[in-house]
T-cell receptor, first 110, second 115 residues
Framework: DAKTTQPNSMESNEEEPVHLPCNHS???????IHWYRQLPSQGPEYVIH???SNVNNRMASLAIAEDRKSSTLILHRATLRDAAVYYC???????????FGTGTRLTVIP | EPEVTQTPSHQVTQMGQEVILRCVPI?????FYWYRQILGQKVEFLVS????????KSEIFDDQFSVERPDGSNFTLKIRSTKLEDSAMYFC?????????????FGPGTRLTVL
């Protein structure tokens, strides 16, 4: 499975934008980039995904580099509820399973 | 909004006992998964299930583990003879269709404590 690299932790002030980076230099042409997050004491939760183009949904935005070797999850205004571990995961054609790394632990400061 | 449910929320068992963890995936979803997370560690894939058979399993999913979809709604994980190292959070997930673009929906988890 293609690997991703994320910083172990990041901090953000409440109501500030947050940019969570992910490197995936070995991504293949058919791999999708997924982001999940895990709030404290909860199961993982889907955030967003993309293939080549930038994506927006109600939770976040996903900016994908032109060469697709990196991506950035953008939370436009961090809230205390966004404090979680964020995982960047690649899924390939026919791949059913999610392989979680250690993710980035986001701390939101009031 | 539809959600994946899991029971029990917490299971305590003695080493060597059998446990069954239950999950009700989202209705009309076709793909089902079990993951586990040992305290303080990352989420690990155990097994995927489609069309009433295992699609893929990890090295963790040895002969002590089995999965079943006994009826149209439940999806179960059985551990035949629990070990101390089986203590973990177990998450069930489901997905609507195939395709790498489809997201998985996770349940709240069952905390298994083996004494």
């Amino acid at each position: 499975d293609a690997k991703t690299t994320q910083p172990n932790s990041m901090e953000s002030n409440e109501e500030e934008p947050v940019h969570l980076p992910c490197n995936h230099s070995t991504i293949s042409g058919t791999d999708y980039i997924h982001w999940y997050r895990q709030l404290p004491s909860q199961g993982p939760e889907y955030v967003i995904h993309g293939l080549t183009s930038n994506v927006n949904n109600r939770m976040a935005s996903l900016a994908i580099a032109e060469d697709r070797k990196s991506s950035t999850l953008i939370l436009h205004r961090a809230t205390l509820r966004d404090a979680a571990v964020y995982y960047c995961i690649l899924t390939g054609t026919g791949a059913n399973n999610l392989f979680f790394g250690t993710g980035t632990r986001l701390t939101v400061i009031p | 909004e539809p959600e994946v449910t899991q029971t029990p929320s917490h299971q305590v068992t003695q080493m060597g006992q059998e446990v069954i963890l239950r999950c009700v995936p989202i209705s009309n979803h076709l793909y089902f998964y079990w993951y586990r997370q040992i305290l303080g560690q990352k989420v690990e894939f155990l097994v995927s299930f489609y069309n009433n058979e295992i699609s893929e399993k990890s090295e963790i999913f040895d002969d002590q583990f089995s999965v079943e979809r006994p009826d149209g709604s439940n999806f179960t994980l059985k551990i035949r003879s629990t070990k101390l190292e089986d203590s973990a959070m177990y998450f069930c997930a489901s997905r609507a269709t195939s395709g790498a673009y489809n997201e998985q929906f996770f349940g709240p988890g069952t905390r298994l404590t083996v004494l």
